[in-house]
């Protein structure tokens, strides 16, 4: 039982190069969100949905796109990277008011 | 604009004596609160929770308060041991815009030997 898989662990982008950051959960949980944090600081929500084809906005979202055709995947895109998207970025998944689950992170530093 | 707070950074305790961590929010609407600990390099994993029904959870070493009243939140670890030492996150959940999560900043707790 894998839980939350997030791909990949590290990443090094360019300024102005895209990337695709991606999540994979296997125990078919509605919910699922993307957060990022940065250092001292909390986890802020960038996107989040509540099952396939549905998707809404958080906390942070500018510079970032989510889909969510199947409900074990839940990709985040960055678009035109930039310095102030160098974050750990967790993806998460949950079924209604239970706790959620967390991938290991993805450690993204652009330069 | 910060739903969430945790007001201490750090917290340091002997091993042996409890750990208490605060945690205080804003929005009265929230339903579900969670304590996640978080290791370097790790992904946060969950701790304890408490629904807004209640004011007191138990779970082992762990003791969850909830004071609706003063908005405020609180974890009790007794006795702390060296492998509690991590970063605490409290979070709270509004299911009613989707289930979304409101995290704290964090505690980072010392357990010293």
């Known amino acids: 039982n894998a839980g939350v898989t997030q791909t990949p662990k590290f990443r090094i982008l360019k300024i102005g190069q895209s990337m695709t950051l991606q999540c994979a959960q296997d125990?078919?949980?509605?919910?699922m969100y993307w957060y990022r944090q940065d250092p001292g600081m909390g986890l802020k929500l960038i996107y989040y949905s509540v099952g396939a084809g549905i998707t809404d906005k958080g906390e942070v979202p500018n510079g970032y796109n989510v889909s969510r055709s199947t409900t074990e995947d839940f990709p985040l895109r960055l678009e035109l990277a930039a310095p102030s998207q160098t974050s750990v970025y967790f993806c998460?998944?949950?079924?209604?008011?239970?706790?959620?689950?967390f991938g290991q992170g993805t450690r993204l530093t652009v330069v | 604009d910060q739903q969430v707070k945790q007001n201490s950074p750090s917290l340091s305790v002997q091993e042996g004596r409890i750990s208490i961590l605060n945690c205080d929010y804003t929005?009265?609407?929230?339903?579900?609160f969670l304590w996640y600990k978080k290791y370097p390099a790790e992904g946060p994993t969950f701790l304890i929770s408490i629904s807004s029904i209640k004011d007191k959870n138990e779970d082992g070493r762990f003791t969850v308060f909830l004071n609706k009243s003063a908005k405020h939140l609180s974890l009790h670890i007794v006795p702390s041991q060296p492998g509690d030492s991590a970063v605490y996150f409290c979070a709270a959940i509004l299911t009613n815009t989707g289930n979304q999560f409101y995290f704290g900043t964090g505690t980072s707790l010392t357990v010293i030997p």
């Open positions: 929005n009265s609407m929230f339903d579900y």
């Open positions: 998460a998944s949950s079924a209604v008011n239970t706790e959620a689950f």
């Open positions: 125990m078919n949980h509605n919910y």
